[in-house]
């Protein structure tokens, strides 16, 4: 198996998983909630993204990224942290926009 920078695989995978549709990201007015368990605060969030950055290599060989420009990037999963739901996330008002309030027992 061929390995690239930092130890990295470069072998292709070897299965691919179904694709999910992710919510939408939130805005201004609104904000993630999980319609299985109600969760408004904690998510787990995969993004796909491709970026250009100026790597900087001390003497030694250790690479450092100074410099970091996103050219793309796409959200492929929300899965809620605690009832590990994937495809229950959904975007709801915030509170000052009208939205449900978290319970306080919870956070």
Do not use: K
Request: charged share 25%.
């Amino acid at each position: 198996m061929e390995e690239g920078w930092r130890g990295l695989s470069l072998a292709p995978p070897s299965h691919r998983l179904e694709p999910t549709v992710p919510a939408p990201l939130p805005t201004p007015s609104t904000r993630w909630r999980c319609t299985q368990c109600g969760n408004l605060t904690r998510f787990d969030v995969t993004r796909t993204s491709r970026v250009r950055e100026f790597v900087h290599l001390d003497l030694a060989g250790e690479p450092q990224v100074e410099e970091r420009e996103v050219l793309t990037e796409s959200l492929d999963e929300v899965r809620c942290r605690w009832c590990q739901g994937v495809d229950t996330v959904e975007l709801v008002a915030r509170p000052d926009a009208g939205g449900p309030l978290p319970d306080p027992a919870s956070t």
